[in-house]
């Protein structure tokens, strides 16, 4: 644990935890949208796809347990750079100048975080932590999206997705040293990208299992 306390101690090694971190979140969120994809093949590959994913056994309990583990480290240090920051800037300014690269993406970093977790937590009550002895995944997702209430939720919460991944991705190979003036606007926009296709990817199963529900 004292490894952890040292990193965190310096900003350089913040820095670097939430970038690891985040980079582990981006390849979690692809891989989690290519498996919800399956919902389009109808119940039964996305029911088949869930059973494979369980029979994984130990192996996804290990998988939670790292998520969970880059969850709080990541929480618990993008929580001390926002105290930092704020202790750096006491008087905070009248006016708000879009300077140096300052993006939304960037300005609202905490909020788009807290959102996240806010949404994390109440899509684990709706999905993960649910007695699944009489029901599939797929009826309890296409339950979920009956009401027009959850379906905004979700929808909200991928934009707020969307714009935190955006600066997150290009943040993350600032803090690597990846920032050569040729490749940073590549790496800007495949931030873009990759959000555009999370916002999508995930914001329109609600839409189309409310259709066919
Ligand atoms: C329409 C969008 C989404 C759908 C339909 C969906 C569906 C699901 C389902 C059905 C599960 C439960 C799997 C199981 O226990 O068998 C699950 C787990 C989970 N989802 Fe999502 N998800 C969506 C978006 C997201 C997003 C955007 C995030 C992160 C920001 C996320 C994070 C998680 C996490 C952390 C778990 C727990 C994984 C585990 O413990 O194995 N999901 N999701």
């Not at 039964?44 to 709080?72: K, Q």
């Not at 899509?123 to 009401?147: E, G, P, R, Y």
Request: proline share 3%; charged share 5%; with cysteine.
């Amino acid at each position: 644990m004292n490894w952890l306390i040292n990193t965190l101690g310096s900003s350089i090694g913040k820095k670097l935890m939430m970038a690891v971190t985040g980079f582990c979140f981006c390849g979690f969120l692809a891989s989690h949208l290519v498996g919800n994809l399956t919902i389009y093949g109808g119940k039964d590959t996305f029911n088949a796809y869930a059973a494979h994913l369980h029979s994984l056994g130990p192996l996804i309990t290990v998988a939670e347990i790292g998520l969970l583990f880059f969850a709080l480290v990541h929480i618990l240090t993008g929580a001390i750079l926002f105290y930092q920051n704020l202790q750096a800037r006491p008087v905070r300014y009248s006016v708000n100048k879009n300077a140096g690269g300052r993006t939304i993406g960037s300005a609202t970093m905490p909020y788009t975080g807290f959102i996240i977790l806010a949404f994390v937590i109440y899509h684990l009550i709706n999905f993960h932590f649910v007695d699944k002895t009489d029901t599939t995944i797929f009826q309890l997702v296409s339950s979920a999206f009956t009401d027009p209430v959850n379906i905004a939720v979700y929808i909200v919460a991928m934009v707020a997705v969307a714009v935190h991944v955006s600066h997150g991705f290009w943040s993350l190979f600032q803090t690597i040293g990846a920032t050569h003036l040729k490749y940073m606007p590549i790496i800007q926009v495949a931030g873009i990208v990759f959000s555009i296709v999370i916002a999508i990817g995930f914001g329109f199963i609600p839409v189309f299992i409310s259709f066919i529900a």
